[in-house]
């Protein structure tokens, strides 16, 4: 069945929304706050359980500065709807090699610059948590249509990941 554009946002806001409320029943949850769309996109799909959401952004040290905007803009999101926010600093630039292999093997669009963002979590032992990022589906679309100009659709999307056995394609 086809739906429209309104009745589609809506559907997908109730998904996000059931999904965070859903994630905060079983875990301990880290999300992402940055200047991005997706971040604020997840943010504003989390309001109903902020208050059990840990926030934050990752500072790394040698390429980030306290006045970027990534940095400035979360900062004034949290104080302005009262957010439990940290900017975490990342300073390990020396990265296990087992944890490296396993980090690229796991996720297809890693990036080196994510890599250490994981490996910094990966030692502080947070084991029963469940991280919020918005980071790698918007990765997923910047690959596959890079600087396109026109309108792209979820069918265009659908096609390009090679679903094109699916009735909604």
Partial sequence: KEIGLK???NLMAQ?????MKGVTKRYELHQALTSGYDSRVLLAASKDVKNQIKFLVNRR?????HSSADIKIPKIIAEKY????EVVDIKNNIIDDNFRNRFYKNNVFSRETHIQVFYDAYLKK?????WVTGTFGNEILRIAFPLKKKRI???DIAKFFKYNNYSYV
């Avoid at 009262?82 to 926010?85: D, K, S, T, V």
């Fill in 153 to 155: 659709s979820s069918i």
């Fill in 15 to 19: 998904i996000l929304k059931g999904t």
């Fill in 126 to 130: 947070f084991d029963n948590t469940y």
């Fill in 7 to 9: 009745e589609g946002a």
């Fill in 61 to 65: 040290v040698r390429k980030t500065t």
């Fill in 82 to 85: 009262n957010l439990n926010f």
